[in-house]
Structures are given as structure tokens and as C-alpha cells.
T-cell receptor, first 113, second 114 residues
């Protein structure tokens, strides 16, 4: 498709519960990125993939966060044992290898209560 | 660590006026992006600047890049209400030819009043 598709749009979880977010990149794009946007507009890079391989995971809180991009499946970002501070909008983005244009999805709003 | 600073953080301007948003970054980069975000919405790509001296224009917006000064500007000409949004610059320090993580500025919330 011609857009980055993210699901769900909204997700509410109690503290300690698991949250899983999905992202279908634009067809033909081999790079996928996950970003977290917190309330003060700050964007934090989490992880990127080149096809199904982790490309850069320097932003991932590894204790509770994990991500995958498997062939023929949407990419996923999973948070085990959510905390209040995980409340944010999680954006997925994709690009071709040149990276000259990076397209963002609509985001998934995670609220941890 | 790459730092990206935007100013102003908030800008209220009247329709018809001109103004410039500034984006400074701390390390060498040849690739800089400008995005627009409406409340509760995704990031809309406005410009990608790929080299020193690059200038791009679309409608009332014009972006430029000075890699030596590590500065990009987003100039708004004759603002209209529809331009009200938050504008982000983002820097890719990896150089052209590869897709890499972006470091975002703090955003500039633009409010255009009638």
C-alpha cells in the first residue's frame, strides 16, 4: 500500500499488562522505524529494521520492549509489563534504502492507567 | 550526542505576516527534514534538504540548509490560518545514501490568527 498502516489507533492498558502494536510499512520500503512521542512533543527513536533484521536498537528499553519485523507479517512493537510512563503515541515509519523520504503512520495512542 | 534545537517554541502570528523558524543542530549532517503535525495527527513530510545550500519551496513555505552553520530555516510567507500546526525539523547524521534514525527538534507550535 501507499501508506504506513498502524493498528490499533488507541489502546488502554492497566499497569503491568502487555501492549502490542502493529505496523505495515509501505510496500517496497525496506526500512522500518519506531518512534515514541510523549506529551511534550518529544520524539524518541526506539528501533529500526532493515527488512527483518534489526538495524539500530540503541533507543530500546530492552527490559520490557521488544520488536520484530517478520517476512509477510506486519512489524510489531511489544511492551511487557507496561508502566504509566509508557503512555505515549508510538509512530511507525518506513523508507526506501536511500532514506530520502521517511513516511510516518498515523500512530498508536497507548494509555497506561 | 546529536542535539537539535528549534526556536521559537511557540509562534503566534497574524495572517499575512512573514516569519522564520530556526533549527540548529550540533553535529555534521547533510540531511535534514521538515515535518508538519496537526493536533492528534501524524507527521506530514514537507521538505527533505540533502546538501549545503539546498533551498526548497512549496506554497508559502520555504526551507533552506546551511550545513557549515548547522542551521536550517523554515520561512513562512504571508501566513494563512491553515498553516497553524506544529513544525518539526529532524536531522539524520548518517549521511546521504542510507536510511537512519532521526533526531527531532523540540517543535515549533505555530498559531496564525485572523
Amino acid at each position: 500500500g501507499e501508506e504506513v498502516a498502524q493498528t490499533p489507533k488507541h489502546l488502554v492498558r492497566g499497569e503491568g499488562q502487555k501492549a502490542k502494536l502493529y505496523c505495515a510499512p509501505i510496500k517496497g520500503h525496506s526500512y522500518v522505524f519506531w518512534y515514541q512521542q510523549v506529551l511534550k512533543n518529544e520524539f524518541k527513536f526506539l528501533i529500526s529494521f532493515q527488512n527483518e533484521n534489526v538495524f539500530d536498537e540503541t533507543g530500546m528499553p530492552k527490559e520490557r520492549f521488544s520488536a520484530k519485523c517478520l517476512p509477510n507479517s506486519p512489524c510489531s512493537l511489544e511492551i511487557q509489563a507496561t508502566k504509566l510512563e509508557d503512555s505515549a503515541v508510538y509512530f511507525c515509519a518506513s523508507s526506501q534504502p536511500s532514506g530520502n523520504t521517511i513516511y510516518f503512520g498515523e500512530g498508536s495512542w497507548l494509555t497506561v492507567v | 550526542e546529536l542535539k537539535v534545537e528549534q526556536n521559537p517554541l511557540f509562534l503566534s502570528m497574524q495572517e499575512g505576516k512573514n516569519y522564520t523558524i530556526y533549527c540548529n543542530y550540533s553535529t555534521t549532517s547533510d540531511r535534514l527534514y521538515w515535518y508538519r503535525q496537526d493536533p492528534g495527527k501524524s507527521l506530514e513530510s514537507l521538505f527533505v534538504l540533502l546538501s549545503n545550500g539546498a533551498v526548497k519551496q512549496e506554497g508559502r513555505l520555504m526551507a533552506s540548509l546551511d550545513t557549515k552553520a548547522r542551521l536550517s530555516t523554515l520561512h513562512i510567507t504571508a501566513a494563512v490560518h491553515d498553516l497553524s500546526a506544529t513544525y518539526f525539523c529532524a536531522v539524520d547524521p548518517s549521511g546521504a545514501g542510507t536510511a537512519s534514525k532521526l533526531t527531532f527538534g523540540t517543535g515549533t507550535r505555530l498559531q496564525v490568527t485572523l
